[in-house]
């Protein structure tokens, strides 16, 4: 197989891939979602690394922002939507030191675990929930 003739995944095609994620995700799942906003940039802005405090732009392929359904209530007016970000090339950069996952998996895996935020779970629920299935 040659690879002198293909292109890194664009933004467009990230998002490409990031949907075909979320629709093969179960359909009560992603009804559960409602109407979380998927974006893709390239990297995080500074704001959101130094609110984090990571110093380095490629530890971070994914970001939830927005207020997780445990802490909403029907009385609360939301003022902009939630949003899940993917960052391409922090994932991109983990798919090639890994080698042993596809891109759409690693893609799917860090959706997923961003829409955990969503759902109002922590970093170690999720990954409790990795590790037993």
């Known amino acids: 197989m040659t690879w002198?003739?293909?292109l890194a995944p664009s933004l467009d095609d990230f998002a490409a891939l990031g949907k075909a994620a979320f629709d093969a995700l179960p359909d009560g799942f992603r009804q559960l979602v409602g109407d979380v906003v998927i974006r893709v940039d390239?990297?995080?802005?500074?704001?959101?690394?130094?609110?984090?405090g990571i110093p380095d732009p490629f530890e971070l392929t994914g970001l939830y922002q927005g207020v997780d359904?445990?802490?909403?209530?029907?009385?609360d007016f939301a003022t902009q939507p939630s949003r899940v970000f993917l960052y391409r090339r922090p994932i991109l950069d983990e798919w090639a030191e890994r080698g042993d996952v596809s891109l759409g998996e690693l893609?799917?895996?860090?959706?997923?675990?961003?829409?955990?935020?969503?759902?109002?779970?922590?970093?170690?629920?999720?990954?409790r929930i990795e590790d037993e299935a």
């Open 107 to 127: 893609i799917t895996h860090v959706l997923v675990h961003e829409i955990g935020h969503h759902f109002g779970l922590s970093d170690d629920d999720i990954h």
């Open 4 to 6: 002198s003739d293909r």
């Open 42 to 52: 390239d990297f995080p802005d500074e704001e959101v690394l130094d609110a984090l």
């Open 69 to 75: 359904l445990s802490q909403r209530s029907v009385l």
